[in-house]
């Protein structure tokens, strides 16, 4: 009887969890959650985070929004190891390599680091919102001429004035 192949599944293992110590992404940068952009005033925030040197803006799978400031810990040492680590802070404390952005990525996760690489999200994604904003925040794009104060305006703010 021939020997016949039986194609079985292959199953894929998950890639060796990167240690804590052979990474310490945690302790370069600091995050402060922010507002989501979801008006012109929120999304011109994002813009100006973004001019900054060292800053970027990141949206996790949940929709939470963070300004990531680019600084190395000072209790980080040279070995990636933390000096204080019996007394570290609570916050250093929940951060856990299982659920890290580097061995956990979120699939829906946004990470921008230009004004650019934000403004090409919203003019794709919150075609509205970019609308709001092009015409007097987007570089390139003629700003809406203003009304010209009349006369009769200025003369009734001067009355006022003296009053």
Known sequence: MPSVAIPLPVLRTAPP???????ARCCTYVGVGINAPTTARLATDVLWYLYHERVQVYADDEGEWSVLFETRCRKLGEDLRCTIYPARPHICRSFDNRSCDVNAPGRRALTFREPSEFLAWLQAERKQLYAKI??????????PKQRARTAHVGRAVARKARI
Do not use: K
């Open 17 to 23: 969890l990167v240690e804590c110590i052979d990474c």
């Open 134 to 143: 092009e015409a007097r925040f987007v570089l390139g794009r003629s700003a």
